[in-house]
């Protein structure tokens, strides 16, 4: 096998990616999108080594399908480059993680990062959750075959949304001799009543045969048992552990179900760790470092020059931010301030069974077996019959009577600031749209409506709501395809001019919201923005010093074959 030796770390600047790995939880060679074969030796293979670390092929080929293909081919195509870069990060997280957790690296010959009981238990829940996800996903696929209602009894369940929570600033802005000053904010210690972890994989006085056992018990006990069970549910359980016993039989591993249960709950509790390690010393790290004014200045700087040469290079790539929602925009064009606003919108969506009837209308009335008035008829009393429950109090009333709730609140204060917390309130109890929930930018609309990317009816209504020129004003139900809007106008765009001057720039940043729907500020986002790149350099520079002096080696033979 041919072995290329290199000393230089060819891809850097991993930053988060190294923390938030995740991976598919299915079988490997379940849907994979680089292999067909499922031979023991060819998933075993080494693809690269540092020391006496090694990453094989099986890893490769699932971090590949469910993060790299995204991160460096959006063709879709597996390249060279795109492998590599994913192998890369494999063995830098591998490495980072191994000397995180060895106690001759830390002091008083502790590990650097030792994680407690309650950390060790939020492992454990972060794996069985995810088994639990490949149930029910696996379930969905037996009720799509049989034709089954996801919902049994006619009954609605209302989509899980986090509850919203006030953005936590990390640092305060305070002036101190007449000069911008940031001050640290310490969060009391949480104390841990936590004992014992949920299982101890380490126990060497155990079995394998006893540790799976425990783990299979385990997931059962804690975790499946706290669904709302179905015959479904066990099928798709069932399924779920035939599926995994297929593979060790393929791979020549194992013929007892629980083992290979085991097996793969050990392969998602190693993710999960590392994951763990990882996001521990992160925060330790920048914990640990104390942001000043002048390093957000420099970093607003550095983005809102970054976008200033962007736009103005190209003034398309401007439109193309403020049609992502996911996107801050540090420089606003002068040209192109007034042409962008924000609306925030609670959706009363239609059901999967409104719209699986709608659609067989549909049909129908291609089919010509129906007319246009009764479609019409018909269409009409599917969607008088919406309703939409208080996530929090589980009540159900109609779309009509909740828009009543809604204008009765936001229309019997004046201040716009108060207008958009009742708003919001209304949002986390009732939207279906989850998008919505907990985000930091609003949805921004173009007053040209050749530059919409939303769909007509709520963009022409938002520009209505613009016209009206009154911050915090609700328009009534706007229907689309997904159901009855309620949009509330947010303001136009801001735009934070950039200064020399400190102390203006920290007090423009520190009074401009990401979106008036929210508590979180320009200065928070900027703040988060150093701490990232500062940890990102740091996270560069341990890597690179751990991995000096000793060659990583490319298998290049184990991979080649994953081109295409």
């Not at 006030?166 to 001050?183: C, E, H, I, M, R």
């Not at 201040?415 to 986390?428: G, I, T």
């Not at 050749?450 to 020129?469: C, G, I, Q």
């Not at 508590?519 to 923005?529: G, P």
Request: glycine fraction near 4%; proline fraction near 2%; include cysteine.
């Amino acid at each position: 096998m041919e072995k290329v030796n290199k000393t230089k770390h060819r891809f850097s600047k991993f930053i988060t990616m190294l923390v938030a790995l995740i991976f598919v939880f299915v079988p490997v060679l379940a849907g994979c999108d680089l292999v067909t074969l499922n031979q023991n030796k060819y998933l075993t293979q080494t693809v690269v080594s540092w020391g006496n670390i090694t990453v094989e092929k099986e890893d490769l080929i699932r971090t590949y399908n469910n993060y790299g293909n995204s991160a460096y081919d959006n063709s879709g195509t597996p390249t060279q480059q795109g492998i590599e870069k994913t192998i890369d990060l494999l063995i830098k997280r591998a490495v980072l993680v191994d000397y995180l957790t060895d106690a001759k690296n830390g002091k008083e010959n502790k590990p650097i990062v030792n994680l407690t009981m309650a950390q060790q238990n939020q492992v454990w829940t972060n794996v069985y959750s995810s088994i639990n996800s490949s149930v029910n996903a696996l379930e969905k696929v037996l009720r799509a075959d049989e034709d089954a209602t996801l919902v049994e009894d006619g009954e609605e369940t209302t989509p899980e949304v986090a509850e919203y929570s006030a953005y936590k600033p990390t640092y305060s802005l305070q002036f101190k001799d007449g000069s911008a000053v940031l001050n640290k904010i310490i969060e009391d210690e949480i104390v841990e009543n936590t004992s014992k972890a949920l299982y101890d994989k380490n126990d060497k006085t155990l079995t394998t045969a006893q540790k799976a056992k425990i783990a299979y018990d385990n997931f059962t006990k804690l975790w499946l048992n706290h669904t709302d069970k179905t015959d479904y549910t066990d099928r798709a359980f069932s399924r779920y552990l035939n599926n995994l016993l297929k593979a060790e039989k393929d791979r020549n591993l194992s013929n007892d179900i629980k083992e290979a249960f085991l097996r793969e709950v050990d392969r998602i509790y190693k993710i999960y760790y590392d994951n763990q390690i990882l996001t521990v010393y992160q925060t330790q790290f920048e914990n640990s470092v104390a942001i000043d004014a002048q390093m957000v200045q420099q970093k607003f700087l550095e983005l809102y020059n970054a976008g200033q040469e962007s736009y103005n290079l190209d003034n398309s790539n401007y439109k193309t931010t403020m049609q992502s929602t996911s996107t801050t925009a540090y420089f606003n064009p002068k040209n192109e301030v007034n042409n962008w606003f924000e609306v925030y919108h609670l959706l009363i969506g239609f059901s999967d069974d409104q719209t699986s009837k709608m659609s067989a209308l549909k049909t129908e009335l291609q089919n010509e077996e129906i007319t246009l008035a009764e479609y019409n008829k018909q269409i009409e009393q599917i969607k008088n019959a919406t309703t939409v429950t208080n996530r929090y109090t589980n009540e159900t009333i109609t779309y009509t009577q909740l828009l009543q709730k809604v204008q009765n609140a936001v229309n019997s204060v004046q201040d716009p600031a108060v207008k958009m917390e009742k708003f919001r309130e209304f949002v986390y109890a009732y939207s279906t749209d989850k998008n919505s929930i907990n985000v930091e930018n609003g949805m921004y609309i173009p007053t040209d409506e050749s530059l919409d990317n939303m769909v007509k009816p709520f963009a022409d209504a938002s520009r209505e709501l613009r016209a009206l020129d009154k911050e915090g004003a609700i328009s009534g139900l706007v229907e689309t395809t997904y159901g009855y809007h309620i949009i509330m106008y947010a303001g136009d765009v801001a735009n934070v001019v950039y200064t020399g001057n400190t102390n203006l720039l920290m007090t423009r940043l520190n009074n401009t919201l990401l979106t008036k729907t929210t508590n979180k500020t320009m200065l928070d986002k900027v703040i988060e923005q150093v701490s990232l790149s500062t940890y990102a350099d740091h996270e560069l520079s341990l890597i690179d010093q751990i991995m000096s002096g000793v060659d990583t080696v490319y298998y290049l033979d184990a991979y080649k074959d994953l081109f295409k």
